[in-house]
């Protein structure tokens, strides 16, 4: 066993996900009180950012854009199992669940972590460069994915409501998988430089570090596994304190798809902003509109499927306000896109209308 490998048996990295799963061994399908509730918040969150940690090693092995796609199909993964969880348990808002969990995923993206990496990237480096070639067939293929998934059942007449029949959905299932892997293979193959940072001569201490080991990966890779379970698992075990901390507070039981997306997206968040300060800003685009893409393209197939176990129908259409919300965000992100560098101005004008889509869902 190397060193690299015996440290990180003693990181708290190792230590997290092993608590996790204790945790949620003891807190599964018990009715908790208030002080387990907030043991199983701190495992949740611990387990969240040691996933992310854990997907970072894989990515710095395999490096970008790979890195980005370890990172957004980590996040996907997470956020299904949180759908899958609460939407099996029925009740209030369940058939709207995971389309306000995906188009808040969209919107946090979009808004949040590009506003966010813009802003602290502008701060610090006054103007900050990316590849628009890149950010701009990400950023379409996005556009595309929530058209076809999130806005036409609402317009569609095969179903009452706004909602795909089965024939439907399965079409946009697979056409959303399909496309989807287009996209990877076009970041991964023959136009991967499209979508690598433009800045290659900043200082990155990261990036010039060594990359871990073959073990070390593999470990990670396993705890990175671990993670995702304990994630899952403690958000089922959580999942009707958050529907009550949201009634409680008067808001719309749709905020619980708001609240989910800003717990599973919060540590994606901090490492696009971590690479916008060094820079890279071109990372964080790949990190925020691929977490848009892969919410989109591989949550609704998946949950399409689930949906026949449900006994809930699955509507997937979005209202006007959200419609209105979704092409503005899409008409501001491309102009931020297209010139291919940007300024703290644009970073503001994402996060004021990352700031209308909360106090939207919070008082629609």
């Avoid at 387990?36 to 495992?43: E, G, H, Q, S």
């Avoid at 901090?270 to 690479?275: I, M, N, S």
């Avoid at 393209?297 to 949906?307: E, Q, R, Y």
Wanted: charged share 10%; glycine share 8%; proline share 4%.
């Amino acid at each position: 066993m190397d060193q690299r490998t015996r440290s990180l048996l003693h990181d708290w990295t190792f230590v997290v996900p092993l608590v996790g799963i204790a945790v949620l061994t003891l807190a599964w399908g018990r009715a908790l009180p208030w002080t387990a509730i907030l043991v199983v918040t701190l495992a949740l969150g611990g387990s969240v950012i040691a996933a992310v940690h854990h997907a970072e090693v894989v990515a710095h092995k395999v490096g970008e854009p790979y890195g980005s796609l370890v990172l957004a199909v980590a996040v996907t993964v997470i956020e299904v199992g949180l759908i899958v969880s609460l939407m099996s348990a029925g009740g209030e808002g369940a058939a709207v669940l995971a389309r306000d969990t995906v188009f808040s995923a969209v919107m946090l993206t979009l808004n949040g972590i590009v506003g966010l990496s813009l802003l602290m990237g502008a701060v610090k480096h006054d103007i900050v460069s990316f590849n628009a070639e890149g950010a701009g067939a990400a950023l379409a293929t996005v556009l595309t994915l929530a058209t076809l998934c999130l806005v036409l059942p609402t317009f569609t007449t095969a179903e009452p409501g706004p909602r795909y029949s089965g024939s439907q959905l399965a079409f946009a299932a697979v056409s959303s998988l399909v496309l989807y892997a287009v996209f990877v293979l076009t970041q991964t193959g023959r136009h991967r430089d499209f979508f690598l940072p433009v800045n290659t001569d900043t200082e990155d201490t990261e990036q010039h570090a060594d990359p871990p080991t073959a073990t070390a990966a593999w470990t990670s890779l396993a705890l990175l596994l671990v993670c995702l379970v304990a994630v899952v698992g403690l958000a089922k075990a959580e999942s009707p304190a958050i529907e009550a901390v949201v009634r409680s507070a008067g808001l719309p039981h749709s905020f619980v798809g708001v609240v989910i997306a800003m717990l599973v997206l919060a540590p994606e968040t901090l490492a696009a902003v971590q690479a916008a300060r060094r820079d890279r800003m071109q990372i964080s685009f790949n990190l925020g509109l691929g977490s848009a893409m892969a919410s989109i393209g591989l949550t609704i197939p998946v949950i399409g499927i689930a949906s026949t176990w449900f006994t809930e129908p699955l509507h997937l259409g979005l209202d006007s306000l959200q419609m209105a919300l979704l092409a503005i965000t899409g008409a501001v992100t491309m102009l931020t896109i297209v010139p291919g560098r940007a300024t703290r101005l644009q970073g503001g004008v994402h996060l004021a209308l990352l700031a209308a889509f909360v106090f939207l869902a919070a008082n629609p």
